[in-house]
């Protein structure tokens, strides 16, 4: 079974710009979560998205969104970049995203924003 | 809010040896699950092992054992026999059993494996 796909894996941006990022799960899991990713706050939640509905949004401006399609697949937005959007974007899938169920990570997506 | 404390930024062993990454969490719930995370350099976390906070007995996957204190909220990580594949991040992370499903990471430890 195919992990977790994020593409893409390195994205450079300029301040200002707005980039999409984009997410595969696990075949047969309809929750997925991302997370960000830096050396100063370490792992921060972003959002989770349980068939098609955000169920979950963490303490993150307005300019970070995600949606969520029919198949599962997820994409993250962040618009009007700015140089502490700076990280490494995680996605994670799950079947029901609760209780024990652990969450499957991608290698992530790269951002730097200059 | 609940909080993860990772207190060792770094740890180092010697190949084949054993070691023990500690980890404690604030939380005035009573369900919740633990996870302990390893990420490599290349970036994708990996489940090393869990735990339901209604289990008393510790879990154990493998090389890899918990040693959870529920009353101290204590929920450390030991590595038998150390093997050079193990280097890596470790996270440990927290989930609420009812409302909010995220998890909570501690910032990590770096453990490196000495050959």
């Known amino acids: 079974k195919a992990g977790v796909t994020q593409t893409p894996r390195y994205l450079i941006k300029t301040r200002g710009q707005q980039v999409t990022l984009s997410c595969s799960p696990i075949s047969g899991h309809r929750s997925v979560s991302w997370y960000q990713q830096t050396p100063g706050q370490g792992l921060q939640f972003l959002f989770e998205y349980f068939s098609e509905t955000q169920r979950n949004k963490g303490n993150f401006p307005g300019r970070f969104s995600g949606r969520q399609f029919s198949n599962s697949r997820s994409e993250m937005n962040v618009s009007t970049l700015e140089l502490g959007d700076s990280a490494l974007y995680l996605c994670?899938?799950?079947?029901?995203?609760?209780?024990?169920?652990?969450?499957?990570f991608g290698n992530g997506t790269r951002l730097t924003v200059t | 809010a609940q909080t993860v404390t990772q207190s060792q930024p770094e740890m180092s062993v010697q190949e084949a040896e054993t070691v023990t990454l500690s980890c404690t969490y604030d939380?005035?719930?009573?369900?919740?699950?633990l996870f302990w995370y390893k990420q490599p350099p290349s970036r994708q976390m990996i489940l090393v092992i869990r735990?339901?906070?209604?289990?008393?007995q510790n879990a154990t996957e493998n090389r890899f054992s918990v040693n959870f204190q529920k009353a101290a909220k204590s929920f450390s990580l030991k590595i038998s026999d150390s093997q050079l594949g193990d280097a890596a991040m470790y996270f440990c992370?927290?989930?609420?059993?009812?409302?909010?499903?995220?998890?909570?990471f501690g910032q990590g430890t770096r453990l490196t494996i000495n050959p």
């Open positions: 735990q339901e906070a209604y289990k008393q």
């Open positions: 939380t005035s719930e009573s369900d919740y699950y």
């Open positions: 992370a927290y989930r609420s059993g009812v409302g909010a499903q995220k998890l909570v």
């Open positions: 994670a899938s799950s079947p029901t995203g609760v209780g024990n169920s652990p969450l499957h």
